[in-house]
C-alpha cells in the first residue's frame, strides 16, 4: 500500500522562524506523498489585541465571532498557509495551500452545545477523499489551514489537531497512513518533566496501563484517545515528538509511536 | 477549441455586498470552464489604517513595504479569496483557491525601478499552464487572489489586472479564451458622462482612430492598450462593461468587446 504522510504542526512551531525553518526543510524532503496540516499560533491573538477585538477561550478552543473569524480566515489561511507554501515552493517541494472551503475539502457544520455558543467554530461532516488522492497523485504536498466551511457560505474556525486526524481516517481505506503530532515534548513521557522518559510505543493494553497508574492524564489524555480512535479506524500508526527530530521520528528512532498492537 | 472564461473583478464589486452576490451568482452559472482573479478594494486600507501603518500609493501601486505584504497576503489570500471560495461552493461552483504560490501557479520577480523602491511588488515571470489545465479539466473553477510568488520563498503583491491577462495569453494556445474585466463604466464610452453611449465594438484600427480623436484617453488608454496586447497573443476577445451585465457581457448584447479585427 502507498504510504502518506500526515503532520499536525502547531503554533509552538509556527511562532519560531528557527523552529519552523527547520521543519519546513526536513517536511520538504520526506519521499513520500504528503499532507501537512497547521495550526495558528499567537498571531491571531496578537493580530486581535492590535484590532482590539477581545477573545475569550474556552478548553483551549477559541470563541468565534464574526470579527474573530475574520481574523482567523485572514492569519490561517492567508499569512500562514502561504508564507508556508511559498517557502516550500522554495525548497522544490510542490506546495498547495488550501481550507476546507477549497474544492469543497472540509464540510462541518457550526457547533453545537447546550450551554456555550461557540460561534463560527466547525465540527467536521466529511472530509472529501477524491480531491485529497487527486492531488496527492498529482505529486502535490498539500498544505491545510484550520478552516472549513458549511457548504452555505459560511467558512468555520476548526481545530487543526482534529482536521488532521479526520483527514488521516479518510484516507486509510486508500494510503497506509502514518500520523505525525509535532509538540513541545520529545514524546509520552513516562516522567513528565524528563525529557528523556520517553516511551518508544504503546498498544492499546499498554494505554489501558499507563492510564490506570496515572502516568497519562490531564492534556495528554485526550489527544491519546483521538489517536487510538485514528489506529481503530485504519490509520498505521500515530507518532507524538519534537519537530526537530522529523526523519527520527518517521523512522522510529525517536518520539512515541502508537499503534493498534495487532 | 474549447472555451475558458478569465475574469477580473476590482474592489468596485468587492467592496459591495450585493453587487458582489449577484455577481458571484452569474459567476456560478457560467457553464464554461471559468477563473476568477480578484483585486483587493478598501478592505487592505482599511486594515492598514486600523493597524497604523501608512500607506503610499504611487501611480494606483501600492508600496508594499514588509508589514504591508503581510496585510494584502492575509486580506486577498485569506479573506476574499476564501469568502468567494465558499460562497461560490455554495453556489455549486467547485471553486477553489489560489495564489502565485500555491503549484507554483504564477512566478514573479520584485519589481525594478530606476527611482521607485516598490518594496514585494511582483512583476509576472510565467505562468503555469499545466496546473490551469489540470485543474480546469477537473472541473474546478480556479479563484485567484493577486498575490505571487519569486520561488525564492517571497510573497510578491501583484497587480490583479496583470494576472488575468496573463493568464489569459498563457492559455491561449490551449483554449478559446475570453477576458472579461469588470468595470465601474458600462463599457468605452464615446462620451464618458453618457453611460448610454457604449462603444460595443473595437478593433485595433478603431482604437488607433479613437485614440487619435482624443475619444479614449487617460486611465482607459494602458487598460485597451494591454487588452490588445492580449488579443494579439491569442485571447479571442476582451470585453469591458459591467459586472451586474455579465451573461449580457458574455454574449455580445452589453459592454465593449475588443477584437484583433482579422
Do not use: W
Not at 500520523?179 to 518533566?193: N, P, Q, R, S
Request: one cysteine or more; proline letters at 2%; aromatic letters at 4%.
Amino acid at each position: 500500500m502507498e504510504q502518506v504522510i500526515i503532520i499536525k504542526v502547531g503554533g509552538n512551531i509556527i511562532d519560531d522562524e528557527q523552529q519552523l525553518t527547520a521543519f519546513l526543510q526536513a517536511f520538504a524532503h520526506i519521499a513520500e506523498k504528503k499532507i501537512l496540516v497547521h495550526g495558528g499560533g499567537k498571531l491571531a491573538t496578537q493580530l486581535a489585541a492590535q484590532l482590539q477585538i477581545p477573545q475569550q477561550m474556552i478548553d483551549g478552543r477559541r470563541i468565534t465571532d464574526a470579527a474573530t473569524l475574520k481574523i482567523v480566515s485572514m492569519v490561517y489561511a492567508g499569512h500562514i498557509n502561504k508564507n508556508i507554501v511559498a517557502r516550500l515552493q522554495s525548497l522544490q517541494c510542490n506546495a498547495i495551500g488550501l481550507t476546507g472551503a477549497d474544492g469543497n475539502l472540509i464540510q462541518a457544520h457550526q457547533r453545537i452545545h447546550p450551554t456555550i455558543d461557540y460561534g463560527f467554530v466547525g465540527d467536521i461532516d466529511s472530509v472529501n477523499t477524491a480531491l485529497l488522492q487527486q492531488l496527492l497523485n498529482a505529486n502535490f504536498s498539500i498544505v491545510v489551514a484550520p478552516i472549513t466551511h458549511n457548504t452555505q457560505a459560511q467558512l468555520l474556525n476548526t481545530n487543526a489537531d482534529t482536521i488532521a486526524q479526520e483527514i488521516a481516517t479518510a484516507l486509510a481505506k486508500h494510503y497506509g497512513v502514518s500520523l505525525i503530532y509535532l509538540f513541545e515534548k520529545a514524546g509520552v513521557l513516562m516522567d513528565v518533566h524528563n525529557d528523556d522518559s520517553i516511551i518508544a510505543s504503546i498498544t492499546p493494553q499498554q494505554f489501558a496501563q499507563l492510564k490506570a497508574q496515572g502516568i497519562i492524564a490531564d492534556g495528554m489524555l485526550p489527544k491519546l484517545e483521538n489517536a487510538f480512535s485514528a489506529l481503530q479506524k485504519g490509520v498505521q500508526r500515530v507518532i507524538i515528538g519534537k519537530a526537530n527530530v522529523l526523519p527520527e521520528l518517521l523512522n522510529g528512532t525517536s518520539g512515541t509511536t502508537l499503534t493498534s498492537g495487532t
